[in-house]
């Protein structure tokens, strides 16, 4: 978490589809757990999901930070410096 500016300067949206994934719910997919995008809010579903939405979301947009958006879980990560905050 030390040095690492995306997770420091993230910033926290509202969530656009909080009832799950933005892509499986279009798609009627299932997903495991879910992550928001710290950048535009989009909820993803985590690689342990079949398709993998929010890693995608980050290869296609570049917005670097998503945080668990599984209760009571407040974890961050950041893909460009591979590190939890």
């Given at each position: 978490?030390?040095?690492c500016e995306h997770i420091a300067e993230a910033a926290d949206?509202?969530?656009?589809?909080?009832?799950?994934?933005?892509e499986c719910l279009a798609q009627g997919t299932r997903w495991v757990h879910l992550r928001?995008?710290?950048?535009?809010?989009h909820i993803g579903c985590c690689d342990s999901s079949p398709y993998r939405h929010a890693s995608a979301h980050f290869?296609?947009?570049?917005?670097?930070?998503i945080r668990s958006f599984e209760p009571g879980e407040e974890w961050k990560w950041c893909f460009v410096d591979?590190?939890?905050g």
């Open positions: 978490m030390a040095g949206p509202a969530a656009r589809t909080p009832d799950g994934c933005e928001r995008c710290l950048g535009c809010g290869e296609g947009t570049g917005h670097p930070v591979q590190v939890m």
